[in-house]
């Protein structure tokens, strides 16, 4: 039985995580636009189709099941995106070259599994959260690295989950304030972002965001594909620093067979 490892530093997965950015920029941000791209297209769909204008009571229904359609897609887009630069984070902690082909691969080849994770990942966020703040923090910090589990370790459904609370045991506090952090600067600097576009582009917040004209829809796609690629490549960094502290993780005969 593996002892308790002390609580993660979270100097050491931001500083981690900006240098894996350094090292592959083009990839984490490549994969980052793959990943908003279906999301940012079905939000302007249901926008060009008037599900964000004028909510009254008598279609507060149809706005509800637009967000959580959105949701769920982004979720599993979220996944599929953190199992692809996973693949990549551990090639570079084993001082090997980046193989993105390999590492879509193993994560397209995982995405049956991947939708009823997001989907029982997604419910559980949700419940917590109707229920009380409590749950939902709590499930947010126990579920932090499901998506690197599912595809590094090729997890089923229920172990996904298992493993993802192993690895997070012992410092799940450390791990609510990463994500609080982290939350709260990209959100103010992509709030700073927005304000800026909605005064050169003359619009308002929620026409720049649901705009169908190709300068609006360009401007939040590039900011979206920034908060993206930094959120998904804490991510994994978070996830290597986990495995790396139990000392438990994949090893790099298993890394060649899954990514190669």
């Known amino acids: ?31 980052a ?23 009254t009571s008598g279609s507060l229904g149809n706005y509800g099941l637009a967000l959580l359609a959105i949701s769920a897609l982004g979720t599993f887009m979220a996944f599929f995106g953190q199992g692809v630069l996973v693949g990549t984070a551990l090639q570079r902690r084993d001082g090997r070259q980046s193989d993105l082909l390999g590492a879509l691969a193993a994560a397209a080849r995982r995405l049956p599994i991947a939708l009823p994770v997001s989907l029982l990942y997604l419910a559980g966020f949700i419940l917590g959260f109707v229920l009380l703040v409590v749950p939902g923090i709590m499930l947010l910090t126990m579920w932090a690295v499901v998506g690197p589990v599912l595809v590094a370790e090729r997890t089923g459904l229920f172990e996904t989950f298992s493993r993802s609370r192993a690895l997070t045991r012992n410092t799940r506090w450390r791990i609510f304030l990463l994500l609080l952090v982290a939350g709260i600067a990209v959100g103010g600097l992509n709030w700073l972002l927005q304000r800026l576009g909605m005064s050169v582009l003359e619009t308002r917040s929620l026409v720049l965001s649901y705009a169908v004209e190709p300068a609006p829809f360009l401007y939040v796609t590039l900011l979206s594909t920034i908060a993206y690629g930094f959120q998904l490549a804490m991510v994994c960094t978070l996830y290597i620093v986990l495995i790396e502290r139990r000392g438990d993780g994949p090893t790099t005969d298993r890394l060649t067979r899954i990514f190669e």
């Open 33 to 55: 636009f793959l990943v908003i791209l279906p999301e940012r297209l079905l939000i302007i769909y249901l926008a060009t189709h008037g599900v964000f204008q004028n909510v």
């Open 1 to 31: 039985m593996l002892e308790e490892q002390s609580p993660i530093g979270i100097g050491e997965v931001i500083s981690e995580t900006f240098e894996f950015i350094g090292d592959r920029a083009a990839t984490v941000f490549g994969v």
